[in-house]
């Protein structure tokens, strides 16, 4: 069985699991199962610590797993990141309080950083050839200024509400920029038939989500201006209509176009423009 872990909490742990079982995958019934056999699939699931999973399949106890990309690099185990799973966006900023004098990369040099992505934060700043003590901290990082445990911190950033209430500010270039990642070990062969079915079926899901199928009607001699609108992956699908001066088209297209691309092909003169939304995908 194919040994994949996923995070058992944090804002990764649900949409890896809705991922997972829109691709077709069981997951656990309760809160407190930790395993999940799937034989129909011949994977086996682990809810383990996001902060754990890159270092069980750096060490090859998992084959694959679903993680931060900053956390992989914070592991610094031999994980190697195989696709982006397209959620869990944020972006990694060093943050200093208001009053203070932290304005450049270069004001870090001698100072004190609080994080839980030590091994990174120390990596980023020695390429710049900044020297500083990082602190280790597993939470609560925000407060580590006020209790004088650090003269600043280096943390995920979403919305910047956290370090605005307690009392920080955002300076500098941001340290990296981070999404979920689908990892896997390194005595797994990337040519795996079961790592090639579940990456087939995670990119499947990927554009269903970024995927609707739009139908139309379209003149007979305006079908090349629209399929210039929407030209699809390969090709559109060209039907004709009992009415001979018309054809039926059928094509994907990405949801975040959709009503610029109507309005486009209404312009071109089609009619009967109808979106459905992708329930799986192979493309």
Do not use: C
Not at 52 to 60: E, K, L, M, N
Not at 90 to 119: E, Y
Not at 204 to 231: E, F, H, N, S
């Amino acid at each position: 069985m194919l040994r994949i872990a996923v995070p058992n909490k944090g804002m990764l742990s649900e949409p890896a699991w809705n991922m997972l079982s829109e691709a077709g995958y069981r997951l656990r019934s309760n809160p407190r199962q930790l395993v999940v056999e799937d034989p129909d699939n011949d994977i086996e699931l682990f809810y383990l610590r996001p902060l754990d999973i890159a270092v069980y399949v750096g060490r090859g106890t998992i084959d694959v797993g679903i993680t931060g990309h900053d956390l992989l690099l914070n592991s610094g185990t031999e994980a190697s990141e195989h696709m982006e799973l397209g959620f869990g966006a944020s972006t990694f900023r060093f943050a200093a309080p208001n009053d203070s004098d932290f304005h450049t990369l270069q004001d870090i040099q001698g100072k004190r950083v609080g994080t839980s992505f030590d091994k990174l934060v120390h990596d980023y700043l020695a390429a710049h050839g900044i020297e500083a003590e990082t602190i280790h901290l597993d939470g609560a990082v925000e407060s580590s200024v006020q209790l004088g445990v650090a003269d600043l911190i280096a943390d995920v950033v979403s919305t910047g509400t956290t370090l605005r209430n307690a009392g920080l500010r955002i300076f500098a270039d941001p340290i990296m920029y981070s999404e979920a990642v689908l990892i896997r070990s390194p005595r797994l062969d990337p040519e795996d038939e079961r790592l090639t079915i579940l990456s087939r079926r995670l990119q499947g899901v990927l554009t269903a989500q970024r995927y609707v199928l739009m139908d139309y009607d379209i003149p007979v001699g305006k079908v090349a201006a629209a399929v210039a609108v929407t030209p699809g992956f390969e090709s559109p699908t060209v039907s004709p209509l009992h009415d001979k001066q018309w054809n039926a088209v059928r094509v994907m297209v990405p949801k975040a176009k959709v009503n610029q691309l109507m309005d486009k092909l209404y312009e071109v003169g089609a009619r009967a423009i109808i979106v459905t939304a992708l329930q799986a995908s192979r493309m």
